[in-house]
């Protein structure tokens, strides 16, 4: 009996597997034939310091002159179709300019990984690009315990209607880069090693400032349980990845001040008047006020405040004053919801709160939609719920529904126009937000040994 269950476990593995090779080769075909113009203007703005050099990407003089040298480039016999096309396509969205947005630790990394030539790097980018989505899925998939045949399907899936993921592949951005490191964040902080998670969300925010959230809610976290050591070893990686950063972009522009001129680039990158709704910025801000993005601030301030206040309230009990007091069969499950709590929190209260947000930053989402479904895929917390009868029904479906607004269910629900997509995607944020904060909370109290309860009875 065991070995007949054991071989249709193996079939169904090997299924799932050729399945995924198949997805994956129609998704590399279809990826590597989009005019992606975020990467055109990564490689761009690269390519045109390997010509000449440039003081200062960020000014409009120079997006001009690298708009300038890329359309001599797509004019070039040598260029591609795809080339020529993303290049039209980038110069008319900006109006002649290469707009220069990125970190200069981003257009250091892309102009380290190109050849010079377009259409390899492009390549080169969208494979990095899938394999960080894969390799992101399969962490959180070891961190939540998932079986393999359910992440595959779960990749799968995510490859081919999760609308994040297409956007992402279609204009050449970073996010499912950027969710790889959040991915791997969470592992490391599940499993307690605080340097290493310092390490990799350092190195992430510096590639691109969307986790700065995550390292927010890092600090309150730490707060809140007196992790004070793990903190400091946690910031202290964060420093070096940092100064890391800051030391190759400096070399590489051969220019300290760069990051000065990034920084003063900041408001006009923010600024809700040059991405509209209607442009594609799927902010909540700019659906409540509209093209002046205001109210960024208090919303963040909001979502800071709630989740200080469920951080603190879950607090370890006033008897273990020191981590390593706690049982290690508590201390892990613990750490593991608390990973999700600052990983996936973070990362959704930075979707809520930014006053530009693209429909491909919703990427970052993922882990955290991962997180409310792991109690479906649990039989002890399935069985919990029997008997409660359309509780029970709501509490299984509800995850997933949440996670197909993000995909072909859109079309069923609403208009194909941006402030329905905007609405859906923003209402699917704040459910994914308020479910995963409400199982923390569950669990994070459940974990705390109160001050009567003896070390080895939890």
């Known amino acids: 009996m065991l070995q007949q269950v054991s071989l249709h476990r193996r079939t169904s593995l090997i299924l799932a597997f050729l399945l995924l090779v198949h997805v994956g080769w129609i998704v590399w075909k279809s990826a590597t034939n989009m005019p992606t113009i975020d990467f055109l203007t990564f490689w761009s703005v690269s390519h045109a310091l390997s010509r000449r050099p440039i003081v200062n990407i960020y000014s409009p003089d120079s997006e001009r002159d690298m708009a300038s040298l890329a359309v001599t480039e797509a004019r070039s016999p040598n260029a591609s179709d795809l080339q020529r096309q993303a290049t039209a396509n980038v110069t008319q969205l ?52 998932f079986s393999v045949v359910e992440i595959f399907l779960l990749i799968i899936f995510t490859a081919t209607y999760y609308a994040p993921v297409l956007a992402d592949m279609q204009v050449g951005n970073v996010n499912e880069i950027q969710l790889f490191a959040i991915a791997v964040f969470i592992f490391f902080t599940a499993r307690a090693q605080p340097l290493l998670a310092g390490l990799t969300i350092g190195t992430a925010t510096m590639l691109k400032p969307t986790p700065v959230m995550v390292l927010a809610l890092s600090v309150i976290a730490g707060l809140a349980d007196r992790e004070y050591r793990q903190l400091l070893r946690m910031l202290a990686g964060c420093l070096i990845a940092a100064a890391a950063s800051f030391l190759a972009s400096a070399a590489y522009f051969r220019n300290p001040a760069i990051w000065l001129d990034f920084l003063q680039s900041l408001p006009k990158t923010l600024n809700g008047v040059s991405y509209s709704l209607q442009n ?179």
């Open 94 to 145: 900006y109006a002649g300019r290469i707009d220069a947005t990125g970190t200069p630790f981003l257009y250091t990394a892309i102009g380290w990984l190109s050849s010079g030539n377009f259409g390899t790097d492009q390549k080169r980018f969208v494979f990095v690009c899938t394999l960080c989505l894969v390799l992101s899925m399969l962490v959180l998939k070891n961190v939540l315990r």
């Open 280 to 458: 594609g910025n799927f902010s909540l801000s700019a659906l409540l006020f509209g093209a002046t993005g205001g109210g960024s601030a208090v919303i963040l301030l909001v979502l800071l405040v709630a989740f200080s206040w469920l951080l603190f309230t879950t607090r370890r009990g006033g008897a273990w004053q020191a981590p390593n007091m706690l049982p290690k069969e508590i201390d892990g499950p613990r750490r593991m919801h608390t990973a999700f709590a600052v990983g996936g929190g973070g990362c959704a209260i930075m979707l809520l709160s930014s006053p530009l947000v693209w429909p491909h930053y919703y990427l970052l989402l993922l882990p955290l939609s991962l997180y409310v479904m792991r109690p479906v895929f649990e039989s002890k917390d399935a069985s919990s719920l029997r008997g409660i009868g359309i509780l029970s029904v709501a509490a299984l479906v509800l995850p997933f529904v949440l996670f197909l607004m993000f995909s072909f269910l859109t079309e069923l629900i609403v208009s194909n126009n941006a402030r329905s997509i905007c609405i859906l995607f923003i209402l699917a944020t704040v459910s994914t937000l308020a479910l995963a904060s409400y199982r923390i909370w569950q669990q994070r109290r459940a974990l705390i040994v109160s001050k009567s309860d003896p070390v080895g009875s939890a």
